[in-house]
């Protein structure tokens, strides 16, 4: 099953605008991860925000985490046409041990097609 | 270094048979886990498999099984296939450094139909 929802569930923008995904998760995590799916092919990596961070950077990414509120937002600046793909975001779980191992589980991803 | 892949790419299999994925995984990297995307129940992890062992699993029946060679690189079974097996099978490799989790990168899949 999965771990989190992911909102909004689509989104439609202009070239040159925001855009923001949010993500809510239900358990402790060791990290979330933020992955970039275009057309049903394989996932890309985006960027990695672990549970003791609030906010990381990438180029034009931008990733908060809360951990008191179980969730996290992807803003992308300015956005490009070929930003156009959907986005996932995964979590890693704290087990007993304080080990992770390798289970991503998945929110279930937002669309996000922007309009040249 | 090349990244992950996957092969076949696609594959056309009828009810009742098996089949076989095979993953091979960034060079250095020592983990690799299997995930099943479905449009109806999105991605859903399958096992991971470390050193040749297999360390987590998903709620997936028996008929779903894996292993992984000394080489790191791994192999996915589902065996008497049913329709609802149609998915594309991702797999992902991670470094896995000193017990640490990091992120994992993504082969292109397995698009696999069941008629």
């Known amino acids: 099953s999965q771990q989190g929802e992911e909102d909004p569930q689509a989104l439609s923008i202009q070239e040159g605008e925001n855009a923001t995904m949010n993500c809510s998760y239900k358990?402790?995590?060791?990290?979330l991860q933020w992955y970039r799916q275009n057309s049903g092919r394989g996932l890309v990596h985006l960027i990695l925000?672990?549970?003791?961070?609030r906010e990381k950077h990438s180029g034009r990414l931008r990733v908060t985490l809360d951990t008191s509120k179980k969730s996290s937002s992807l803003l992308i600046t300015a956005s490009r046409a070929a930003d156009t793909a959907s986005y996932f975001c995964?979590?890693?779980?704290?087990?007993?041990?304080?080990?992770?191992?390798?289970?991503?589980?998945f929110g279930q991803g937002t669309i996000l097609t922007v309009h040249p | 270094k090349a990244g992950v892949t996957q092969t076949p790419r696609y594959l056309i299999k009828t009810r009742g048979q098996q089949v076989t994925l095979s993953c091979s995984p960034i060079?250095?990297?020592?983990?690799v886990s299997w995930y099943q995307q479905t449009p109806g129940q999105g991605l859903q992890f399958l096992f991971e498999?470390?050193?040749?062992?297999?360390?987590n699993k998903g709620n997936f029946p028996g008929r779903f099984s894996g292993r992984q060679f000394s080489n790191s690189r791994s192999e996915m079974n589902v065996s008497t296939l049913e329709l609802g097996d149609s998915a594309l099978y991702l797999c992902?490799?991670?470094?896995?450094?000193?017990?640490?989790?990091?992120?994992?990168?993504f082969g292109p899949g397995t698009r696999l139909t069941v008629l």
């Open positions: 498999y470390f050193s040749e062992t297999q360390r």
């Open positions: 358990t402790s995590i060791n990290n």
């Open positions: 060079s250095g990297h020592r983990s």
């Open positions: 995964a979590t890693t779980r704290r087990d007993a041990g304080g080990t992770s191992y390798g289970k991503l589980t």
């Open positions: 992902a490799s991670s470094p896995m450094t000193s017990g640490t989790y990091n992120e994992q990168f």
């Open positions: 925000i672990r549970s003791n961070e």
